[in-house]
């Protein structure tokens, strides 16, 4: 497996996840600072801070980047770091903090791939209704443009929002920050994160950028029937794929929800409140699409089979951490996106990984993560095939450079290729980073 010269690697980390210093410096709370705190949310109790302290740890982690010999980094912005209250009043050592971040990479000749939003929403803006008040799209404006026009080709690659489904968990199921329950509030919020990356991409296009491009990143885990002649199992899996990431690549690709979601959320009395113009808003041109994937889903009508392929499968398909290991998701997604939706835009792998694979040190002082490695060249060796039959992906981010806060749980899923101690931010490389490092430089021969 050796990928061409200008395929591009990378890692990827996001703000509220590595940064800590949550009140540091002017910056105003976000959602997650917020649910964090609710007893009973975060599996180990813990909170986005410190994380991995990387608003002070910067300059070290780009040399780490430097060292694993990657061309790009995917980080996100602090969005009340920069706009503490979410709107209005600036907070410049929040930008500077970005500005000293980008420079350094450039000085190392790492690209910036930078996120808008990914999941942090400023706390003042929740007060008003977050993402359930239309108004959220407006104040993602303001925020997007004071960003193009701070950074703009300076970051050759902008993504307007992370995981869209995010924000449906965090308002319909409540186990993600703001933590609300209702189908309604859910699909309501995913129209309008919707409309914001609509018009992050509008405003993106007014400054008339030379050298970047913009995109947005969802991710695709695409639902099978685990019984594949079984109607019922059929049915559950359609009906998931339209509700997940067929929600978000439908309107984007294709301009419209698909007539199975309307008909889903019309029975569901979920339908959210639309304007005219709507949908030529959401699916505006765009210049990439970041995928991010980590698996497939088995559905079917009798849970107790899925628990019995588990048990049966213990230690062949599946991992220790209890996920089945089905790399060929990837080159699956890919397929859809050509085939299904003909999006005809290249095709970034913003983010793959996987967590919790012996983490422990070795009695060598060395953390052996052979699944990680496993895992990762699995995915890579689909992206290959994918891109042999001729589909254009230009570049893989493993997910994460390092271990780091994991939303709702917390620190107990390690995910890094670098392994992190949260009490004194000693940074070990793991195997897998090693390896990385390694598939890098070979590729570069
Ligand atoms: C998706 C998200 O973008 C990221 O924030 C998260 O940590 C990883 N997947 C792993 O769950």
């Excluded at 007893?39 to 980047?65: E, F, L, R």
Aim: hydrophobic fraction near 35%; proline fraction near 3%.
């Amino acid at each position: 497996m050796k990928f061409s010269k200008d395929f591009m690697f990378g890692v990827a980390t996001s703000a509220a996840q590595v940064e800590g210093a949550a009140l540091e410096d002017g910056k105003g709370l976000n959602i997650w600072d917020v649910y964090a705190r609710i007893p009973g949310t975060i599996t180990d109790g813990s909170t986005p801070d410190p994380a991995c302290d990387h608003y002070h740890t910067w300059k070290q982690d780009v040399q780490t980047m430097k060292e694993l010999g990657v061309d790009s980094y995917r980080f996100s912005f602090a969005w009340s770091r920069i706009l503490p209250k979410g709107k209005g009043e600036i907070n410049q050592k929040g930008l500077d903090f970005y500005k000293r971040l980008i420079d350094e990479l450039h000085r190392n000749d790492i690209k910036p791939n930078a996120t808008l939003y990914h999941w942090d929403l400023p706390y003042e803006l929740e007060r008003e209704g977050g993402w359930l008040n239309r108004d959220v799209v407006d104040w993602y404006g303001e925020y997007a443009s004071l960003l193009f026009k701070e950074f703009g080709d300076s970051v050759p690659y902008w993504a307007t929002i992370n995981e869209p489904i995010a924000t449906y968990v965090g308002y319909g199921q409540g186990w993600f920050a703001p933590g609300r329950i209702g189908e309604k509030f859910g699909r309501q919020a995913n129209h309008h994160v919707l409309l914001a990356h609509g018009e992050g991409v509008r405003r993106f296009r007014e400054e008339n950028l030379k050298n970047s491009q913009i995109g947005i990143v969802v991710d695709i885990w695409h639902h099978h029937p685990l019984r594949p002649d079984h109607a019922e199992d059929i049915a559950i899996a359609e009906l998931e794929n339209e509700k997940a990431y067929r929600s978000y690549i439908n309107p984007i690709f294709k301009g419209c929800y698909s007539d199975a979601l309307l008909k889903y959320m019309e029975e569901n009395n979920c339908m959210p409140d639309m304007k005219d113009g709507d949908m030529e808003k959401i699916a505006q041109k765009l210049d990439f699409f970041g995928l991010n994937c980590y698996n497939r889903v088995l559905d079917c009508a009798d849970k107790s089979l899925l628990k019995l392929k588990k048990e049966i499968n213990a230690g062949g398909n599946y991992m220790d951490n209890g996920n089945e290991k089905y790399p060929k998701a990837v080159y699956d997604a890919a397929k859809i996106l050509v085939n299904d939706y003909q999006i005809g835009i290249p095709i970034i792998v913003t983010e793959n990984g996987t967590y919790n694979c012996s983490e422990e040190f070795a009695a060598d002082g060395r953390i052996h993560d052979t699944e990680r490695i496993q895992y990762l060249n699995g995915f890579l060796e689909w992206i290959h095939k994918a891109i042999e039959e001729g589909i254009d992906i230009r570049g893989y981010y493993a997910w994460s450079l390092m271990d780091n806060w994991e939303w709702s749980a917390g620190y107990s899923y390690r995910f890094g290729l670098i392994h992190n101690n949260f009490e004194t931010q000693e940074r070990t490389w793991k195997d897998s980073a090693y390896w990385y490092q390694n598939l890098i430089r070979e590729s570069r021969k």
